[in-house]
């Protein structure tokens, strides 16, 4: 609820900077890697998880089939390979939306270099516009570049219909891609409830590369509600 | 930083000698960008080129001009005009601060490269900022050089009133920082702007390609302007989807 007389930026404004503020205050850090990371020459496929509903869903706990390869703490990024192959999963926790450009160049050795990329991002099912009035509690849609995946992993959705955009790391991946004219899909699971692990083809395809993944259940909301403090 | 702009050119045929390049800067209420979509939707503009920047929040999504269309459409995009020698670069997203000179520098110096003869820019300001309650709501600011003053007096348009020593227009996002670059790169620049508040902007988005057309004639004279400007697909839903049917 707001004041009289508040004002209220709308929530597409959280990202801007204040242009009206004199001097410098270019305070966004320079990411840096955690430690030095080499890239090969070719790799098969670059998932990122994008985001932290996604990260909570899907928790890679420590198992014999993936490594810990590097982290960048400003980001919460943290990068894994898949040890039998030649692919890697990159998980991105709370970023700042204003980071999102600086992410993908971090990556970019690895965008450029995969055959395939696969993002996923969670929204909730409010921020899915559509004129239909038929209620969906889960919906799944995907934005692809010009040229297909190699390996589509049978992820396939209808493409995500105007006027919803979607931004982050994985837009950013996907734009630099379509102007490099290497293939990359962006899928993104628009949910009613965002705790929800209802994400069985993306279980499905991090099974197909051997990862076990740790569902964490819906925590309750009755935890983090004020209602009975 | 330059090597990052990363530019991908739809089309490379076209000669953009003498073309007037339009740039809205993203500011309070978005009224640039709504009147620079509704002029790439009206006059049917091409795609010439994207462009892929960190200096970008990335965002991504189908083609906003065409419901049908699965091509991709991206932060940045140039769309081109040949029958009115007019070129626009739509922006979806802010910049961030941090690059953004470097961006813009990079935008200015490829058209430089092409020969175009000037640079509009559209933005806004806060409501707040009108001192004169009377006066019409935009202003400009131009460029000693600039190829307009005739169609400026002819528009009746107010001059930019400045308060303080350094040029500044409160809300305009990177309006100021673009209008000194083309001061510092010699070309012609003229920066015009409306004074709004956030809501629902698209009648100011109206009224300033209404003011547009009296510097730069783009529509049909003798009919209204109004009935002429076609509403881009993805304006639909601008104030969010129907209430769910389960809630009555």
């Known amino acids: 609820m707001s004041l009289f007389g508040e004002v209220v930026e709308p929530g597409t404004r959280t990202a801007w900077e204040d242009w009206d503020d004199a001097g410098p205050q270019h305070d966004i850090p320079e990411l840096k890697w955690n430690n030095a990371l080499e890239v090969p020459d070719v790799i098969d496929l670059l998932i990122i998880l994008d985001g932290k509903y996604v990260s909570d869903t899907l928790q890679l706990h420590s198992q014999d089939s993936v490594e810990l390869l590097n982290t960048v703490k400003e ?32 990556l970019r050795d690895f965008v450029e270099k995969s055959k395939d990329i696969i993002s996923v991002l969670k929204k909730p099912v409010a921020d899915y516009q559509t004129s239909s ?22 992820l396939e959705f209808p493409k995500l219909e105007q006027p919803n955009i979607l931004s982050g790391v994985g837009a950013g991946v996907l734009t630099l891609r379509e102007h490099l004219s290497l293939s990359a899909s962006l899928i993104v699971y628009y949910l009613e409830y965002m705790e929800s692990s209802q994400m069985e083809e993306i279980h499905g395809l991090l099974q197909k590369l051997d990862i076990s993944v740790a569902s964490k259940p819906a925590p309750s909301s009755i935890i983090n509600s004020n209602l009975y403090i | 930083m330059d090597s990052k702009h990363h530019w991908k050119w739809h089309i ?62 991206t932060s940045c995009e140039v769309y081109v005009a040949t029958s009115h020698d007019l070129l626009v670069v739509q922006l979806r ?44 709501p935009f202003r ?85 302007i109004v009935a002429q400007l076609i509403q881009p697909a993805s304006w639909k839903l601008l104030f969010g989807r129907p209430p769910p049917q389960e809630i009555y």
């Open chain 1, 133 to 154: 009035l038929a209620y969906q509690p889960c919906i799944i849609r995907s934005l692809t570049t010009t040229v297909n995946l190699t390996n589509s992993y049978g």
């Open chain 1, 75 to 106: 980001a919460s990024l943290s990068l894994y390979k898949i040890k039998l192959r030649n692919a890697y999963i990159c998980i991105l926790k709370d970023y700042n939306l204003l980071l999102s450009g600086e992410i993908v160049e971090l």
């Open chain 2, 12 to 73: 490379t045929t076209y000669d953009l000698t003498n073309y007037t390049l339009v740039v809205p800067s993203v500011a309070v209420g978005n009224v640039g960008q709504l009147a620079s979509d509704l002029i790439i939707s009206t006059l049917g503009m091409e795609k010439l080129a994207s462009i892929y920047t960190p200096a970008q929040i990335p965002v991504v999504g189908c083609d906003p001009y065409d419901t049908f269309s699965t091509t991709l459409s």
């Open chain 2, 140 to 224: 400009y600011i131009s460029t000693d050089t600039t190829l307009l003053q005739e169609q400026i007096e002819g528009a009746n348009l107010t001059l930019h009133e400045q308060q303080e020593e350094d040029l500044r227009i409160f809300g305009g996002g990177f309006a100021v920082l673009l209008f000194k670059i083309c001061q510092e790169k010699m070309l012609p620049c003229l920066c015009l702007y409306k004074y709004c508040s956030e809501g629902d902007n698209i009648p100011d988005a109206y009224e300033m390609v209404n003011k547009f057309q009296r510097l730069v004639p783009l529509f049909d004279r003798e009919k209204d």
């Open chain 2, 93 to 136: 997203a802010p910049l961030v601060q941090k690059y953004a000179r470097s961006f813009l520098e990079n935008v200015v110096d490829q058209f430089q490269q092409k020969h175009i003869k000037d640079i509009i820019i559209l933005t806004s300001s806060y409501a707040h900022e009108k001192k004169h309650i009377m006066t019409s």
